[in-house]
């Protein structure tokens, strides 16, 4: 009871001030013209009302922009704000009813899924779809940015499934950022070791290849490649066999 009473106090003693009815009327005007601006850039869509024949649950089912309600059926109207979105990513926002949605970044996803749609570079598309996929999945911003998230890891095998002393496959391309996990399959011991003389200029040779073998059916060794360019390697006990292959890294 006494804090009902203090905070009708309150409320009244706050209405009868006169500059604070002043600012809420600004505050209030405001308002109203951010709305007015975002207004021009509203569309109107309509959603289908069905009602299942069964169970008499009503459904809405999103119409495409400038569809008109068929005859004989009830349809509801919806806006939906598409400033700065592409129509498809407008659509999601308006229709992912998650709380995911009210997080999400959507300037990030659209921006994403318009470098998919427009890059010619195969890895940068390939990066803006993962990123999309992690935006839309819930992961953070911050996280999906970092050059290692949409970095992809290319298994080679050593020695073909029928014994063969290849490097399986014996060329493969992969982004920049990536990694190349090698793994001993038939025929060992195996190495990677890579051609000074075909790797890109600037590359150490050493950092980049195996001081050991690989001895037992299984292990494996990863490196990671952050230079474009050519790379050619050997296998150095099977190297007169020809166990030599290559990879492509790209920008
Ligand atoms: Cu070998």
């Given amino acids: 009871m006494l804090f009902k009473s203090i905070a009708l106090v309150t ?6 001030l006169g500059h604070e009815s002043h600012s809420n009327l ?11 601006s975002e207004f021009a850039e509203v569309i109107e869509h309509l959603d289908l009302e069905l009602v299942h024949p069964q169970t008499g649950e009503r459904e809405l089912f999103p119409l495409l922009p400038g569809t008109k309600c068929p005859t004989g059926h009830s349809c509801k109207t919806r806006t939906v704000n598409t400033s700065g979105l ?5 659509a999601l926002k308006a229709n992912m009813r998650t709380p995911l949605a009210l997080n999400m970044e959507w300037k990030e996803f ?10 010619d570079d195969r890895c940068a598309r390939r990066d803006a779809m993962a990123r999309a996929a992690g ?10 940015n970092k050059p290692a998230y949409a970095a992809e890891t290319k298994i080679v095998k050593m020695g073909a499934d029928n014994g063969q002393l ?9 982004c920049k950022g990536d990694s190349v996990k090698w793994i001993n399959n038939k025929g060992g011991p195996h190495n990677v070791v890579f051609d000074e003389d075909a790797i890109p200029s600037g590359v150490d040779q050493e950092s980049i290849s195996m001081s050991e073998q690989l001895g037992e059916e299984g292990d494996s060794w ?11 390697y050997y296998c150095e006990p099977h190297r007169g066999a020809g166990m030599q292959a290559k990879l492509v890294v790209t920008g």
């Avoid at 290849?166 to 992969?174: G, L, N, R, T, V």
């Fill in 11 to 16: 409320l009244l003693s706050s209405s009868a």
């Fill in 26 to 36: 600004r505050a209030t005007g405001e308002a109203e013209l951010e709305n007015a």
């Fill in 86 to 90: 592409s129509p498809l990513v407008s």
């Fill in 110 to 119: 659209d921006a994403n899924l318009n470098q998919v749609v427009k890059s």
């Fill in 135 to 144: 935006l839309a999945a819930g992961v953070l911003l911050t996280t999906v």
């Fill in 166 to 174: 290849i490097f399986d496959p014996a060329k493969i391309s992969i």
């Fill in 222 to 232: 990863s490196m990671s490649f952050d230079k474009p360019g050519d790379y050619d």
